[in-house]
């Protein structure tokens, strides 16, 4: 970093990330199927709508399909935003959170 002039103290944040050999961020399972579930949602809705047209029973079907995997998708991002490990304490937390 450059400055032009002299300040006593800089504060520098910087938020990092970890990442693979090919640069890519590293991931666990439950972040993988919720990504992997979501491109499976975007992809079916977008072939249902061009099909819209085509044949009505079975653009019906494609979207009861859709729905399906749309509450798979967030239910499985529900379940990445919990940490892998919970100990006691953070079970305690979320139990107190959902009772209060």
């Given at each position: 970093?450059?400055?032009?002039?002299?300040?006593?103290?800089?504060?520098?944040?910087?938020?990092?990330?970890?990442?693979?050999?090919?640069?890519?961020?590293?991931?666990?399972?439950?972040?993988q199927?919720?990504i992997?579930?979501?491109?499976a949602?975007?992809?079916?809705?977008?072939?249902?709508?061009?099909?819209?047209?085509?044949?009505?029973?079975?653009?019906?079907?494609?979207?009861?399909?859709?729905?399906?995997?749309?509450?798979?998708?967030?239910?499985?991002?529900?379940?990445?935003?919990?940490?892998?490990r919970?100990?006691?304490?953070?079970?305690?937390?979320?139990?107190?959170?959902?009772?209060s």
């Amino acid at each position: 970093m450059y400055f032009n002039r002299n300040y006593p103290r800089v504060m520098v944040v910087y938020h990092g990330y970890l990442v693979d050999d090919d640069g890519l961020p590293l991931i666990n399972e439950k972040e993988q199927r919720a990504i992997a579930a979501f491109l499976a949602y975007t992809t079916l809705y977008k072939e249902s709508l061009k099909r819209v047209n085509v044949d009505r029973y079975n653009f019906k079907y494609n979207i009861q399909l859709v729905q399906s995997v749309k509450e798979d998708w967030l239910r499985l991002c529900n379940a990445a935003r919990v940490k892998e490990r919970l100990n006691q304490n953070d079970m305690d937390r979320i139990l107190d959170a959902k009772t209060s």
